[in-house]
């Protein structure tokens, strides 16, 4: 688990070490506010298309062999964006990318592999808290080779229908889907919405989603596992939620650090709470052997979720003025937070307890 740990780190760095910066990178190209929103929509466009085949073969192959192309595949990316002279190149540098980020699905589907159901929020909090070096060669293999037998010969299409049909399974992607619409549409603005509010440039811009990072990477890596032994992941959840609106709509209001601080606590909070308590949720509705399918199309999702978010992010900013984006994020997480309430208890639907290779008494529907 440390050395997962450490591994996705190598992956969550160069994301996030590159956004705060790209929207400025762009902007040095004459890009418009469509084409910088644009700009980090595009990763996930691709990632829409690629996650769902990382994360099934990673069922087929391994979790281990699917980490090391992905990283390798990365580094490749990284160094096509960083030698991008024109604005096409960074958005083909940006597709690439997104392309090769088969690591998340991967590395949660690794989680389910190894962990209790009940502890499972903590080991997702660890995705979410990663901020050591890995060294992936040293990450033992998850999957034994006879479970790797009995993964699922569906499509694609067939995958998604089936998770779809599952009305609880489908509840909690439709919850994923509408908060990371609101936090990508956020996040993919924040640059440019920073530099008229507060005369703000790439250091400033950076230092906000560290401290976002770090205040989430606490909350995720010490305290999340104690959190949910304590409230349950429905409760953490609807938290979480209650925490990322409150702070969406506190940003508009926001016009120096006094004010600024709290509403970017709260989003950080929120998405410490929301994020690994959903990734369990949605972890717990699957079986053992479709563990790598599943999380590949929740990640799939949230690619969808992160292409138009930042297109209508950009679209409402250049309409209706540059607070606009967040006050739509608040209505796109009071809709997930009224789903959440209608939420079972975990306690009557814990299928993965009960059926070590999922598909012989079938996921909770």
Aim: hydrophobic content about 55%; glycine content about 12%; overall charge positive.
């Amino acid at each position: 688990m440390p050395t997962l740990f450490l591994i996705v780190f190598v992956d969550l760095v160069g994301f996030g070490l590159v956004i705060p910066l790209l929207p400025f990178y762009a902007v040095r190209f004459a890009a418009s506010p469509q084409e910088v929103t644009a700009l980090v929509a595009v990763y996930s466009l691709v990632q829409l298309v690629t996650a769902p085949l990382w994360g099934r073969l990673s069922d087929r192959v391994g979790r281990r062999p699917v980490l090391l192309a992905s990283l390798a595949a990365s580094a490749l990316a990284y160094l096509w964006l960083g030698s991008a002279t024109r604005l096409w190149m960074l958005f083909a540098a940006r597709a690439f990318a997104g392309a090769c980020a088969g690591n998340i699905a991967a590395a949660q589907a690794y989680i389910a592999d190894v962990t209790r159901p009940e502890e499972r929020a903590r080991g997702m909090g660890l995705i979410g808290a990663a901020f050591g070096l890995g060294v992936v060669l040293l990450l033992p293999e998850s999957l034994p080779a006879g479970r790797r037998d009995r993964t699922s010969s569906r499509g694609r299409v067939g995958a998604v229908v089936d998770v779809l049909r599952r009305p609880i399974l489908s509840r909690l992607i439709l919850i994923f889907f509408l908060v990371i619409l609101a936090v990508a549409g956020m996040q993919s603005v924040f640059a440019i919405w920073a530099m008229p509010q507060f005369g703000w440039g790439p250091r400033q811009v950076g230092y906000v989603f560290a401290y976002l990072g770090l205040i989430s990477a606490i909350l995720q890596g010490g305290l999340i596992g104690r959190l949910t032994r304590r409230f349950g992941e429905e409760r953490l959840l609807l938290c979480g939620l209650a925490l990322i609106a409150a702070g969406l709509l506190a940003l508009p209001f926001a016009h120096d650090m006094a004010t600024l601080g709290p509403a970017l606590t709260g989003l950080a909070l929120g998405m410490g709470l929301m994020q690994p308590s959903l990734n369990s949720l949605i972890s717990r509705q699957a079986g053992a052997e479709e563990q790598g399918e599943v999380m590949g199309v929740s990640q799939s999702v949230g690619s969808l979720s992160r292409v138009l978010g930042p297109f209508a992010a950009g679209f409402s900013f250049a309409a209706l003025g540059r607070d606009s984006p967040y006050f739509l994020g608040v209505v796109l997480v009071v809709i997930p937070l009224l789903l959440a309430f209608k939420l079972p208890r975990v306690g009557a639907t814990r299928l993965a307890e009960a059926a070590p290779f999922g598909r012989e008494s079938g996921p909770a529907r």
